[in-house]
């Protein structure tokens, strides 16, 4: 099977040593029922937490530390285009086969649930957690068919929104929230820019910078007409098994909103 970047071939035999380089993958190797054949993650991830407390670290997402994953002596590697550098990815395919995701939607995240039940031979838990997770977004969209113009914050010096072509703009889609960044990727946003789109809710994530309440006081002081929210990046963000928690927690924010 190819991965998403069509670099990937199928492996001769099921994989025993598996290095995961990305926090939301390691958590869905968990769900999906591996252990012994985890050998190695980055110190991002976080969940489960026995994991994070003995399974080997070989550095971040973006600083891999190759000679240790080598040392480790995998036969896979699970990353991620976005959240790993291509220039690590490259080094560590020279010895070991290296199945890279790339997740832009909710729909790209069941794909690769899917890939990697089938890859894994896990399939019967990929698939029950792939229909549950359909199962739980048209619930809550059922819902929930209002959209509310919104920006959502990952960063702060410079202030960095998520904009479209990502997997958080999709998920605030499916949270009935309505993205007014009109630019892809992570574009940087000045204040007069900010008070221009006039958003009528601003989410501050706990992810990749920790927002807190004095950021929710310094933006409502600019924005008085928005309402400030701080949110749990991991389920804007995360995809994989921490996505069952998402559509629950959606539908308490909803209740903030005023």
Same mark, same amino acid.
């Given at each position: ?105 909710? %729909? %790209? ?30 619930? *809550? ?35 009935? *929230? ?30 990749? *910078? ?39 927690? *959606? ?8």
């Amino acid at each position: 099977m190819k991965d998403p970047l069509n670099r990937f071939s199928k492996l001769e035999n099921s994989p025993k040593r598996i290095v995961s380089l990305v926090p939301s993958q390691t958590e869905l190797l968990y769900y999906l029922g591996l252990d012994e054949e985890i050998v190695g993650i980055t110190k991002f991830c976080i969940h489960p937490n026995h994991w994070f407390r003995s399974k080997q670290k070989v550095g971040g997402t973006k600083t891999v530390r190759i000679e240790l994953v080598k040392e480790l002596a995998p036969d896979l590697i699970i990353a991620n285009k976005e959240e790993n550098t291509k220039e690590d990815i490259e080094r560590l395919q020279a010895f070991c086969p290296v199945w890279v995701s790339d997740i832009s939607s909710f %729909d %790209d995240a069941l794909a690769m649930i899917d890939d990697l039940g089938l890859l894994l031979n896990k399939t019967a838990a990929s698939t029950r957690l792939v229909n549950q997770l359909r199962s739980t977004r048209q619930q *809550f969209v059922s819902a929930h068919i209002h959209k509310i113009p919104s920006l959502y914050f990952i960063w702060k010096n410079p202030y960095m929104v998520a904009g479209g072509d990502t997997f958080i703009n999709d998920m605030m889609k499916w949270a009935g *929230f309505l993205n007014v960044m009109d630019q892809n990727r992570y574009p940087i946003l000045d204040l007069v820019a900010l008070q221009k789109m006039n958003p009528k809710l601003i989410l501050l994530s706990s992810e990749p *910078f920790p927002f807190k309440q004095e950021d929710v006081d310094e933006l409502s002081e600019v924005l008085p007409g928005a309402q400030v929210l701080l949110v749990d990046g991991e389920l804007f963000s995360w995809y994989g098994s921490r996505m069952l928690q998402s559509f629950e927690y *959606f539908s308490a924010l909803h209740e903030q909103i005023q």
